[in-house]
């Protein structure tokens, strides 16, 4: 069955920068799409971005607009989450996710990753 394995999370400080990626396997379908998820303390969790197939489609959640890029790379098989300018309100537990074809918006995603812990300071 499909394993997502995420990396590259760790504590910044404001302003800093931090690159994750998530590397997939065991998938027996196609087309599929991905996306990043987090959940701070005590909040529920929260779309942040998502990209199709072929990344003909990208959503962000606003909060991140301009400061996060989200990009695949079909042929490793890994999701990345470049993110830039990190505010302290970005503190969260980040999650990769796969769904089978589905619109390009954060429904439809139920197999997880284990999570990357992300901390702005």
């Known amino acids: 069955h499909v394993q997502l394995v995420e990396s590259g999370g760790g504590s910044v400080q404001a302003g800093g920068s931090l690159r994750l990626s998530c590397a997939a396997s065991?998938?027996?379908?196609?087309?599929?799409?991905m996306a990043w998820f987090r959940q701070a303390q005590g909040k529920e969790r929260e779309g942040v971005a998502a990209i199709g197939s072929g990344g003909r489609c990208i959503t962000y959640a606003n909060s991140v607009k301009g400061r996060f890029t989200i990009s695949k790379d079909n042929a490793k098989n890994t999701l990345d989450l470049q993110m830039n300018s990190l505010k302290p309100e970005d503190t969260a537990m980040y999650y990769c996710?796969?769904?089978?074809?589905?619109?390009?918006?954060?429904?439809?995603?139920?197999?997880w990753g284990q999570g990357t812990q992300v901390t702005v300071s």
């Open positions: 996710a796969v769904r089978y074809g589905g619109p390009c918006d954060f429904s439809g995603y139920n197999d």
């Open positions: 065991g998938y027996t379908y196609s087309p599929y799409s």
